[in-house]
Structures are given as structure tokens and as C-alpha cells.
């Protein structure tokens, strides 16, 4: 994720985390994570659905179902 923030985004995590927020709530939620795992490159189509289960279970600390701006960060942080 380091790399696609570096090269799509100058670095800038809050410009990468408003970007994959699609629908502008505040949060990445499983579908918008799915598209930062394509962009990224992450799994394939039939298996992008158990990489963004790892990263949600991983990232999302507070169970929502989804990833807040502090949990995109904390999840960021993790794999530099």
C-alpha cells in the first residue's frame, strides 16, 4: 500500500484515503477497500474478497466493518 499511496498520491495518506472513500462518509467500507486492493494489485477478482477481509479484521479495531481515517493509518503504518 506504501507504494501505490508513493506513486498515486505523492505520499499524501490523507489524499489516498479520500480517494478510495468513494461515497465520502468518512470511512472505507468493504467495497471501496476491494478497489485499493485492485489498485494496489492485491489478489486477483476471486480472491481480492479474503485479502480485504484480512485487512478489515486487521485494520478495523472497533469491528464496524469498516476503516476509519485513524485505522487507514494504523493500517498504513504497518506495512512500511
Known sequence: MTALVT????????AAFAH???N????I??????A???????GRRLTRWAWAKGAMD??????SGTIS???FKT????TE
Open 36 to 42: 485499493l486492493l485492485k489498485d494496489a494489485r492485491v
Open 7 to 14: 506513486s498515486c498520491f505523492g505520499g499524501d495518506d490523507r
Open 20 to 22: 478510495f472513500d468513494a
Open 69 to 71: 481515517w485513524a485505522e
Open 75 to 78: 493500517l498504513k503504518s504497518g
Open 58 to 63: 486487521e485494520a478495523g479495531t472497533d469491528k
Open 29 to 34: 467500507d468493504n467495497d471501496e477497500l476491494k
Open 24 to 27: 465520502r462518509d468518512g470511512v
